[in-house]
Nanobody, 124 residues
């Protein structure tokens, strides 16, 4: 088991920045690639970004590429999502999760050990 706790969400104006953190405990965090997803009201959960276990490889959804940066610190058992140039359409609950089926890293079904989520609200 891996326990995940997200933090860092909040209310920000369009064009602003936020940094989300996801702290892990339990089984060896560094064994897992990690991902961030988001879910807006009335919409399905969507992939945001993923990072390899070493941090050397990352992949982003087209909607956030160039604005968001995923990173990790295995010594601190933490993965981050730096979000810049935020837009109102980025408003959602953001979740981190551990990737257990690396064949399909953009699908939520490939992830286990989800956090409880953190709310990000971007005002126009």
């Amino acid at each position: 088991q891996v326990q995940l706790v997200e933090s860092g969400g909040g209310l920000v104006q369009a064009g602003g920045s936020l940094r989300l953190s996801c702290a892990a405990s339990g089984r060896t965090f560094s064994n897992y690639p990690m991902g961030w997803f988001r879910q807006a009201p009335g919409k399905e959960r969507e992939f945001v970004a993923t990072i390899s276990w070493s941090g050397g490889n990352t992949y982003y959804a087209a909607s956030v590429k160039g604005r968001f940066t995923i990173s990790r610190d295995n010594a601190k058992n933490t993965v981050y999502l730096q979000m810049n140039s935020l837009k109102p359409e980025d408003t959602a609950v953001y979740y981190c999760a551990a990737l257990t089926d690396p064949r399909v890293p953009t699908m939520s079904a490939a992830y286990d050990y989800w956090g409880q989520g953190t709310q990000v609200t971007v005002s126009s």
